[in-house]
């Protein structure tokens, strides 16, 4: 995500982060190349060349040329200006109603059943709220199913009428069934077309016309670049919906679409989609989403994903496990099974600052952790529990059932005792130990 307009900001930006003299002359052609990486990456010209006039002013104003760290500087107003760009603070959804309505709108493949799922999910694990989702498109029967197979992954309840070709009849009696039975969020998922037309228009309007909802959502594809921005803007002129919706931001996309959209349509962009599963949805934070375009990395937003998967009373006992030496490889997998959670790999290293640039030519595949699961998996409970057992026999076992190799099996136990020992000296406070043994492992 964002990865070639990152690089390429880096680089115009880097002519300014020297010692060498600054003058209006270099802050002129750094912006020239600033504004040629915002091209590059899909975003509208003409809010590349204002985004580009604001900075170069408000840098000369602030008399840039003048201070110690003129690049720093520089950076700092790029960083809020593409900040204020996105829309300046994260926007949340109106759930006041009772219930809460929130209709998605979009084309045909925009992801629109997909985020419907996540948003479901997000609300109830976040929000501790008790979501129904509507499959309210008539026109496609594997729509509904999908709806279907998406809610039993969630856990949350789905109504659906493959009887009734009326959508706003449909949507009509979900908000009732959801009255009668407790549901306090209502999630419409919507017919979409492959493009633009009167008849999709006037059944969107319909259903936004009759169930007034809370908030109407515009989901739209980020891999279809400029284009997203112009399908945004003529959904806005018609419907006058509340926030977009990004998808498939974890694609090969070039970030234009996250970039321009607000500045398009005066509308904010409330969440992006970063991936296949159902957890991979973030609330859209423009300063964030700034300061890892600019290779920053975001650090809130990992610590957020960490505490998501933390659990007080698992970590009690884990505690209890290291005090007492007994953390042993199941322990050490259902560890590997939070970190997972919390996103595919690459993003994560994204939030890390500077990792991003140090991992960028690396191909980190979401199934790093599928070989050290496969060697877990082919151990004995025994053995899973006292590495001590491991022999040559045992090893060889091990390696053939995992489809590895003796190697590998050695490399993941030498591994296991060293953290075990890191482990160990941290819940013993003993730091003068853990640093020699870093040492030692040097």
């Known amino acids: 995500m964002f990865d070639n307009l990152s690089d390429k900001l880096d680089n115009a930006l880097h002519l300014l982060k020297g010692h060498g003299q600054i003058t209006e002359v270099n802050v002129a052609e750094t912006l020239k190349e600033v504004r040629r990486a915002l091209v590059d990456a899909d975003v509208n010209y003409k809010i ?24 720093d500087l520089m950076v700092k107003i790029v960083k809020d200006e593409l900040t204020e760009l996105m829309g300046g603070d994260a926007e949340g959804l109106d759930l006041s109603g009772h219930p809460s309505i929130i209709l998605m709108s979009g084309l045909q493949g925009s992801g629109k059943t997909t985020f419907s799922g996540k948003l479901a999910n997000f609300l109830k694990k976040k929000k501790a709220k008790n979501p129904l ?20 992954q969630i856990d949350v309840e789905v109504f659906s009428d493959k009887e009734e070709k009326n959508p706003v009849k449909i949507s009509e009696r979900a908000i009732a069934h959801a009255k009668s039975n407790g549901f306090d969020v209502v999630i419409i998922d ?5 493009a633009i037309d009167e008849v999709l228009m006037k059944e969107i309007s319909s259903i936004h016309h009759t169930v007034k909802p809370n908030e109407t959502l515009f989901v739209v594809d980020a891999m279809t670049g ?20 990004l998808t498939k931001l974890d694609g090969d996309t070039r970030g234009g679409a996250a970039i321009s959209i607000k500045s398009v349509v005066d509308k904010p962009l409330k969440f992006i989609g970063t991936g296949e599963k159902m957890e991979a949805l973030d609330v859209f934070h423009p300063s964030r989403m700034a300061d890892r375009i600019l290779g920053m990395g975001d650090v809130v937003s990992l610590v957020e994903r960490a505490q998501e998967q933390y659990d007080e009373e698992e970590a009690r006992k884990m505690q209890k496990k290291i005090a007492k030496n007994k953390f042993g490889f199941d322990d050490f997998l259902k560890q ?15 939030m890390i600052p500077g990792a991003g640039k140090m991992m960028k030519n690396v191909d980190i595949d979401d199934d790093a952790f599928k070989g050290i699961e496969a060697i877990i998996n082919s151990m004995t409970p025994e053995e899973r529990q006292n590495p001590k057992l491991f022999n040559a026999s045992r090893k060889r076992r091990i390696a053939k059932g995992s489809g590895t190799s003796v190697q590998e099996v050695n490399q993941l136990l030498k591994q296991f005792g060293q953290m075990s020992k890191m482990m160990k000296m941290m819940q013993g406070g003993g730091g003068k130990q853990l640093m020699q043994m870093m040492n030692q492992m040097k």
């Open 48 to 71: 590349a060349k204002t985004f580009t006039d604001t900075v170069k002013e408000k840098a000369l104003g602030q008399n840039v040329l003048k201070t110690l760290k003129p690049g």
């Open 226 to 245: 400029q284009d997203a921005v112009n399908t945004a803007k003529a959904f806005n002129d018609v419907l006058d919906y509340d926030g977009v919706v």
């Open 190 to 194: 919507t017919a979409g077309r492959l």
């Open 336 to 350: 590997i099974q939070q970190v997972k959670k919390m996103g595919n790999m690459k993003d994560l290293m994204g």
């Open 133 to 152: 989702l509507v499959a309210g498109d008539v026109y496609r029967p594997a729509a509904i199913d999908q709806l279907h197979v998406v809610g039993e």
